[in-house]
């Protein structure tokens, strides 16, 4: 039985030894490949769709009044918008701006894009988190953008990163929303053959 588990294994390798040789040599795809790009494709389109869809629900607030510990519809603080909006989509976030940036994968200043959470100090601006929004646009330079969040005097509206209020009190941002990674084919080959 070791033998055969040696000799298959010797054999595996040598096939995708021999496919990633071809594969370099021709750089034309192969229908499986072609099939790979595509449901990569898909799978980039359905979470552009959700991003999109989660901000144009976003948007539907815009002027909804502030109000201290409120989570919607009605009225929002910052944190309590966010859970909201991200909520419909099924993804739970934790109550307050300072746990919410727990809840996705930390994302550098100049890796953003829309839909991310960002974080900034809050009114003392201590070293803490003490408001949260959602990007909508990133700008061509990578590093500033706009986002739509909960202000206390103009309720939910939308600011531009490099506004003097919140330009200072940048904290960082994370990714709730990942893409959904593509499976190797060659996997699914060895799975549908057993």
């Known amino acids: 039985m070791k033998l ?3 000799f298959f294994i010797f054999t595996l390798v ?3 030894f021999i496919n990633l040789s071809a594969n370099a040599a021709d750089p034309e795809p192969e229908p499986n490949q072609t099939k790979g790009l595509k449901e990569s494709s898909k799978i980039t389109k359905k979470h552009t769709t959700q991003i999109e869809n989660l901000l144009s629900f976003a948007y539907r607030f815009k002027g909804v ?3 201290l ?3 919607g519809p009605h009225r929002f603080d910052c944190s309590g918008f966010t859970s909201y909006v991200f909520k419909e989509f099924g993804y739970k976030l934790a109550r307050r701006a300072s746990l919410q ?3 996705g994968k930390r994302v550098e200043r100049g890796n953003l894009k829309p839909g991310d959470l960002v974080f900034f100090g809050g009114r003392s601006n201590r070293a803490g988190i003490g408001h949260v929004g959602i990007i909508t ?5 990578g590093h500033d953008f706009y986002f739509i969040h909960a202000s206390t005097h103009n309720g939910i509206t939308v600011n531009h990163s490099t506004n003097s209020y919140y330009r200072v009190r940048y904290r960082g941002a994370c990714r709730v929303i990942q893409p959904a990674e593509p499976e190797l084919s060659l996997l699914n080959e060895l799975k549908k053959s057993r």
């Open 101 to 103: 940036v727990h809840n």
């Open 14 to 16: 040598s096939v995708l």
């Open 65 to 67: 009044p502030y109000r």
């Open 137 to 141: 646009e990133v700008d061509a330079n």
């Open 69 to 71: 510990g409120a989570n």
């Open 4 to 6: 055969f588990s040696k």
